[in-house]
């Protein structure tokens, strides 16, 4: 099937879906790969969340802090052009055709991050295989097929609720999912590199609702760092399993504690 | 009929009282006069030689002393008080007997059964006549109200059944005063038949025994937490065996402190808002908790917040309790058993030497080594902190220091009782006391006295704040008056301190109503910091007292109140601003939780 791009106005080339893997990757060769493939894992979350519905500003906004405007600006022109994204009340939309290519694209090169853990380099993907057996072996949570086999995401269920641990370059999404997760007493976490994104600054404004800051959860095997106060408490076997396969922890970073201090989360013992 | 014609007798209702008693075998019976008690004291003016009264200065002294007795001995005691303040001001010792599964029997007087509703001197009769009942109900596992000599006779050794069996509580008896006088035909029951030949130790099946087992067997992180029931059912013996078998490390609940000894190489500590950081990380990583009488309480759990004092349910917990009540209270557990400990842990012996069961865990005892030196680096250098004001926990070193290794150790309740529970090492097990439950201040400067009364020849310590010591002062007196060589160790900070920081960690620091200070004229809360002189004060009431402001001091003065076998009253100035080291959190919702500020924050 053959469609023109939104941006076809301004001379997008036609594409074929299966071929767009190919042209966004060779659109990437001369530019930052982990910029675009962050900014394209958020928008395919989005399309998958909210079909047809333009990105929201937040979320834009979010990416900005993260990657710097001309980045993000950059990525979205780029999108524009091939005709994946279109534009809708002055945001964006991804065609749903493209979301299946485009989320496989992503997954593939997600599972190609590396961790290093003991002086050994390994793909994060073996790092989440470890992760799964181990909590079904230790945890005794059962594991849920993925519908469209996503290597990149874990779904189990543990104590009559279901749980998600998806591989990921940024987190800048997870705020799409909260509301739906909380509807639904699911708990997600995402595993991706958030401490050298300074994440924690970008989402603690997301701490104040309860859904975000209940069902959602961040890990950082990367910087061995987590953000979680959720109250999904199978997470504790995460930090179980990282004792336990790699003989680490995860700890939680100093500005994390203290935004929850401001926001009036938490407090501290002294009188500062 | 329910006793044998032969022992009948005519019996006036407070000679069956002291009959019983002696035979129940009681030294003493402690309380406060009033005319709604002579009748009863009466009764006890011949029996001197073998029931000892005992009169503290107030009402609630009188239960604090006997609440210590028999966490001490097992043995409890009556308390006798007389009609409406008289009960009313023994209230709070009876609450705090029964929220730490201690006892004695409160026997109050009341108004004259001819009297019931009329508004007789000090009766409770405006919702329902002699009523005193309804205000100590909730606190006691049982209220009796005789209104003739024969059911005193049959509410006795009921009353001293419940006490005694299953987990303790105390026990209320109400005899309006004409009672006590009048005679009646009756028998002084045998607490052979009606009580003693209970056997309530009940222990589990064999295949809940071996289901233990396997569970602790498979664990790669197993823990036992001995709580407080670990006293109350005497087990510490079998809990030293049991864990040394199974090479399994134990740490306590505050209640539980001192059921095992500091020093033991599988002791970890406590566990709780101001507990041993080895003991709570070795919580957060454990995979199977064996727990022996814990009820799991806000202070202990850091207020039920996930990963600040537990991982629970991915720690799984094999909750043994006597009382169902408090198995699965507050968190879920894989395994409950209903039964006391002591038997449980000699089945779970049993088993385990027929098994030839050792625990291996050389990982986790490795893991835990870690975290017991990341503890003892922090803790070290204050035992020779010579800082002025006195860090609290260089004082507590110094005592530990002096004391006999068999020192009985009461703290208070207030910031006392935490710098306790972190620092003083308690290494005879069973010779630490508070009042975790109910938590009423006085316990402990009281209390020192009903350890004195059980074990004289012990040296009895009580560690308490300049509050919790001006409200119960009297001790003194009585320690002078009955000779028991007890010793006060005041932690004097010139305010409430507990309740201080509070303020000023949850209420932004605005202190008020809280520090101990003269009034100057504007405004309440601006003025010098004052305190009476207590060394002086022991002084008046015949005992010693000293003022320690140097930390070189302290040593010497404890060492000398222990030699000189004379009621002691030691004041310590100490630094009022040091915030105890918080391992986990305690919350006041809607506050939310602090963070730790020991070991590294965990939020979950
Ligand atoms: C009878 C009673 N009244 C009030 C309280 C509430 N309370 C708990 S701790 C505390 C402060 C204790 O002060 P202090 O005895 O000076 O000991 P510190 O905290 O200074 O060590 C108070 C008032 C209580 N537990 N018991």
Redesign the interface.
């Known amino acids: 099937m053959q469609r023109r791009g939104a941006a076809s106005g301004n001379g997008a080339p036609l594409l074929h879906n299966m071929d767009i893997k190919e042209t966004i990757t060779s659109a990437w060769s001369d530019r930052d790969l982990y910029t675009g493939l962050s900014i394209l894992e958020a928008m395919c979350v989005w399309s998958s969340e909210c079909p047809g519905e333009a990105l929201p500003e937040q979320m834009h906004d979010d990416m900005v802090k993260m990657f710097g405007l001309d980045a993000v600006q950059g990525e979205r022109d780029l999108l524009l052009s091939t005709g994946v994204i279109t534009l809708k009340n002055g945001g964006t939309v991804m065609d749903s055709k493209f979301y299946k290519p485009l989320s496989s694209l992503v997954n593939e090169k997600a599972l190609c991050m590396q961790v290093f853990f003991n002086g050994i380099r390994f793909p994060i993907g073996e790092f989440m295989s470890g992760l799964g057996e181990y909590l079904v072996r ?2 005794g949570a059962t594991k849920q097929e993925q519908p469209c086999n996503d290597n990149c995401r874990l779904s189990l269920t543990w ?1 009559d609720k279901a749980y998600e641990f998806r591989i990921a370059f940024s987190p800048v999404w997870l705020p799409a999912i909260a509301d739906r997760a909380a509807e639904n007493n699911m708990f997600v976490a995402a595993l991706c590199p958030f401490a050298a994104l300074q994440w924690e600054k970008t989402m603690i404004s997301y701490y104040e609702y309860p859904s975000f800051r209940n069902h959602t959860a961040c890990y950082d095997p990367w910087n061995n760092c987590k953000l ?4 999904g ?5 995460f ?2 399993y990282l ?1 336990d396969a790699y003989g680490s ?1 995860f ?2 970073p ?1 500005t994390f ?1 203290q935004a ?2 401001d926001m ?8 500062r | 009929m329910i006793y044998s014609p032969d022992k009948i007798g005519k019996y006036k209702g407070a000679d069956v009282v002291a009959e019983y008693m002696l035979k129940e075998k009681i030294p003493y019976m402690i309380g406060y006069a009033g005319h709604g008690a002579i009748g009863l004291l009466d009764s006890f003016y011949d029996k001197q030689d073998k029931i000892k009264i005992v009169w503290p200065r107030i009402e609630t002294a009188a239960g604090f002393m006997a609440d210590a007795y028999f966490r001490i001995t097992k043995q409890p005691l009556p308390v006798y008080v007389s009609t409406g303040p008289g009960p009313a001001l023994s209230i709070c010792a009876v609450a705090n007997a029964f929220y730490d599964s201690s006892a004695f029997l409160q026997i109050t007087g009341q108004a004259t059964t001819d009297q019931f509703d009329t508004g007789a001197l000090q009766e409770q009769y405006r919702y329902h006549q002699a009523d005193f009942g309804s205000s100590i109900r909730s606190y006691v596992k049982q209220s009796y109200q005789a209104t003739t000599v024969k059911q005193i006779s049959a509410f006795l050794p009921k009353a001293f059944k419940l006490m005694k069996t299953g987990r303790p509580g105390p026990v209320h008896l109400e005899v309006p005063y004409d009672i006590y006088q009048v005679e009646g035909e009756t028998a002084v029951p045998d607490p052979e038949g009606w009580a003693d030949a209970i056997n309530w130790r009940t222990g589990t099946e064999d295949a809940v025994v071996a289901k233990i087992l396997k569970k602790l067997k498979e664990a790669k992180r197993p823990l036992i937490l001995a709580g407080g029931g670990v006293h109350v059912s005497e087990a510490r013996d079998e809990l030293k065996t049991f864990a040394e078998l199974a090479n399994i490390p134990v740490y306590t609940s505050l209640m539980g402190k001192g059921a095992m000894a500091d020093s033991h190489p599988l002791h970890l500590g406590v566990q709780g808002c101001w507990g041993h950081y080895p003991a709570i990380e070795a919580c957060r ?1 454990a ?1 199977v908790i064996l727990v022996l009488g814990c009820r799991f309480s806000d202070l202990h759990t850091g207020s039920w917040n ?2 600040f004092a537990y ?5 799984k917990l094999i909750q043994v309790d006597i009382d169902a009540a408090e198995i699965a209270r507050n968190y879920p557990v894989d395994m409950g058993v209903v039964g006391d400990i002591r038997t449980v842990l000699n089945q779970l012996i049993s088993k385990a030497q027929a098994d030839g069961y050792m625990g291996d865990y050389a990982d986790w005892h490795g893991e835990i080594a870690g975290f017991r030196k990341e503890w003892d680096d922090f803790v070290t250098p204050f035992e020779t902190c010579d800082e002025t004001p006195i860090d609290p926990r260089r004082l507590i070193f110094d005592i530990r220091k002096v004391a006999p290794k068999d020192a009985i150790m009461f703290s208070d309740v207030g910031n006392n009782q935490p710098w306790i529970e972190q620092y003083w090492s308690s290494e005879t097990p069973g010779t630490h006391f508070t009042a975790g439950g109910f938590a009423a201040m006085g316990f402990g400067v009281c209390g020192v006295l009903g350890a004195k009364l059980a074990r004289p020849d012990a040296t009895c310590i009580n560690v308490c704040g300049d509050g919790g010591f001006l409200m119960m002062p009297h001790a003194v007196a009585t320690a002078v008056q009955y000779n028991l060589p007890a010793v006060w160790i005041i932690m004097n900070n010139y305010c409430i301190g507990a309740i201080r920081d509070l303020q ?3 209420f932004g ?1 605005r202190q008020i109503g809280t520090n101990f200070e003269k009034y100057e004229g504007t405004k309440y809360h601006d003025g010098e910091l004052w305190n009476p002189d207590f060394a002086a004060m022991a002084k008046t009431m015949g005992g010693e007292g000293v003022r320690i402001e140097k930390p070189g001091d302290i040593a010497p003065a404890v060492e000398q109140a222990i030699k000189s076998q004379k009621p002691t009253v030691i004041d310590v100035i100490i630094n009022r601003d040091t ?1 105890l080291p ?1 391992t986990t959190t305690w919350q006041m919702p809607p ?7 020991f070991g ?5």
């Open positions: 230790e945890a104590e979680n106060i959720s109250k408490g199978l997470f504790t076997y930090d179980w004792r922890k700890s939680i100093g504690s929850l201090f009036g989360l938490l407090r501290y013992n002294d009188e | 990583n995979d996930p990963g991982n629970i349910p991915a720690t000023r960690f949850y620091g915030p918080l506050i939310p939780p602090a963070l730790p500020t590294n924050i965990k939020i979950r």
